[in-house]
């Protein structure tokens, strides 16, 4: 791994691809083939919604969305801590991912935002949150939450009355039995199902990635992570994001130091995923950290937030850090989320939610059952929803990830009920691509959603991080060729397949042992 050369367990066709994405810094691998968080912030699904009026006799109106590799949740949790501002609603959010893995940190992440108060207080489910979401190395409490956590969602996950009892909010009932089975066995290796450090030597995986990603600038990788950080970043808007706090997970994986430095060192199972690749023409299953390396999570809620006076500068410095914005964002967004579980008639009230000296919330201020489900639906399954009567035009809102933008098709866009919005996250914080290709793919994002029936939304405000568009009433999917043009990268690099042509390295993964491959993705 050493040196300039190149492996090819990253270099997939339709990957990342070397010689349309490579840049000074690297080898353009950095999004890598699984996202863990995601590369926009954290946005009100209800203010991207079309407005449905009041209708008393049909009772409480109900908003179905679906979104397409959301990954983390941030747009459901945002969501959620906004509900009280608007007409009151019941939700449905439809999750499609194209790893079970996602699904899985899905459940867990929403499992720690609706933990009971009585267990856990705000301040420390907020900095769990944030250990688990986006470090690679945890505190031992942390570990040991995770691994009781994973136990119980083991043992929920194949028990479908147990499951609607304690988790009333989740739907597993799209999913197939296998995905289920290996949706256990995810939580099995969380849980610890194979012992020790080896079984996901984080650290050591992680150094792989990095040494392949930068190649011969391996040993100027300070200076390559300012030039990202300063040239890149900050140039498109996340000025926020310190120096030390990128450097630091530049190198170790760890983008939230909310304790000591010498207190991480449990790798965090949840960043691992399983693939399959080729060696000497039979796929092997292979277990590594193949998410992103060059951005990092400080962009979801750590570059925006309500309180304006966290963006303050000093001397044309910025006062907080993007760590400290993020831990900020989460705390109140998990606050107002249970705020949003109290009596309506308290709803207007301009208190904060009472708690004790430990930081605890009443019991009662969890979301009211019923008031939102996640459904998560079958792996590859976008161009087959259409198919089925309950999800054809069924649906408000469909939101695309920036690495899922090839899966946007006419049968994705059949879903969408007239008059319903799309949402399209760009890929404005890809620190490997250049603005040519930024605006490529922008270009790019539009004729796919032409195809697919839609059209710009008519007084959408400007944004580099969204595209917005609406499905109009008589709209027919346009027969236009999906062809790239030359020298424009597709959206198809940003989800590589799972599959390559030679041997891994050694050092980048582990192989599977004791458990079935998981199921190949789309």
Not at 18 to 30: F, N, Q
Not at 152 to 178: I, M, Y
Not at 216 to 240: E, F, I, P, T
Not at 288 to 306: K, Q
């Amino acid at each position: 791994m050493g040196g300039g050369r190149r492996h090819d367990v990253w270099g997939f066709p339709g990957c990342l691809s070397c010689r349309a994405m490579t840049t000074p810094a690297g080898s353009g691998s950095g999004f890598g083939s699984v996202s863990w968080w995601g590369l926009s912030p954290a946005v009100d699904l209800q203010a991207e919604s079309p407005v449905d009026p009041d209708d008393p006799e049909h009772g409480i109106p109900e908003l179905n969305v679906l979104l397409v590799g959301s990954v983390d949740g941030r747009h459901l949790l945002r969501t959620l801590a906004r509900a009280a501002l608007w007409p009151r609603r019941r939700f449905h959010f439809y999750v499609l991912e194209n790893n079970l893995e996602a699904v899985a940190r899905h459940m867990l992440i929403f499992s720690i935002a609706l933990e009971d108060p009585e267990k856990m207080g705000l301040q420390e489910r907020s900095e769990t949150f944030l250990e688990v979401w986006g470090n690679a190395l945890l505190r031992p409490p942390v570990a040991a939450f995770v691994r009781a956590q994973a136990d119980r969602l083991a043992h929920l996950v194949l028990e479908p009355d147990r499951l609607q009892e304690q988790l009333p909010w989740l739907s597993l009932g799209a999913l197939k039995f296998r995905e289920r089975d290996a949706l256990e066995a995810v939580f099995r290796f969380w849980a610890g199902g194979e012992k020790g450090p080896e079984a996901f030597p984080m650290s050591r995986l992680w150094d792989s990635r990095l040494r392949h990603y930068l190649g011969s600038r391996y040993d100027a990788r300070r200076g390559v992570s300012d030039w990202d950080l300063h040239m890149k970043l900050h140039d498109r808007g996340a000025r926020v994001i310190h120096t030390r706090e990128f450097r630091r997970w530049r190198d170790t994986g760890v983008a939230f130091e909310l304790r000591d430095s010498s207190a991480y060192h449990v790798p965090n199972r949840t960043l691992a995923s399983g693939r399959l690749l080729s060696q000497h023409g039979e796929l092997v299953a292979a277990r590594g950290y193949w998410g992103d390396i060059a951005t990092g999570p400080f962009v979801a809620f750590g570059i925006e937030t309500d309180d304006e006076t966290l963006l303050r500068t000093s001397n044309g410095q910025p006062v907080k850090t993007a760590g400290e914005i993020t831990l900020h964002n989460v705390t109140e967004l998990f606050r107002e989320v249970v705020a949003w579980g109290r009596p309506r008639t308290t709803q207007g009230d301009s208190e904060q939610v009472p708690s004790d000296a430990g930081g605890s919330l009443p019991e009662s201020a969890a979301p009211a059952p019923g008031s939102f489900t996640v459904h998560f639906l079958s792996l590859g399954s976008t161009q087959t929803l259409h198919h089925k009567s309950c999800y054809k035009e069924q649906f408000q809102l469909l939101y695309v990830a920036c690495g899922m933008v090839h899966f946007l098709c006419p049968e994705l866009g059949a879903c969408v009920a007239p008059g319903g919005h799309l949402i399209v996250e760009l890929a404005q914080y890809l620190v490997d691509l250049r603005q040519e290709q930024l605006q490529g793919f922008s270009s790019r994002v539009g004729e796919l959603a032409r195809a697919a029936g839609f059209a710009p939304q008519p007084g959408a405000r400007p944004s580099e991080t969204f595209a917005r568009f609406f499905k109009p009433g008589d709209s027919a999917p346009s027969q236009e060729d999906p062809a790239v043009e030359s020298g424009i990268p597709p959206p198809e690099v940003l989800a590589p397949p799972l599959e390559a042509p030679n041997p891994p390295s050694e050092d980048l993964t582990q192989p599977l042992e004791g458990r079935t491959p998981p199921p190949e993705p789309f």
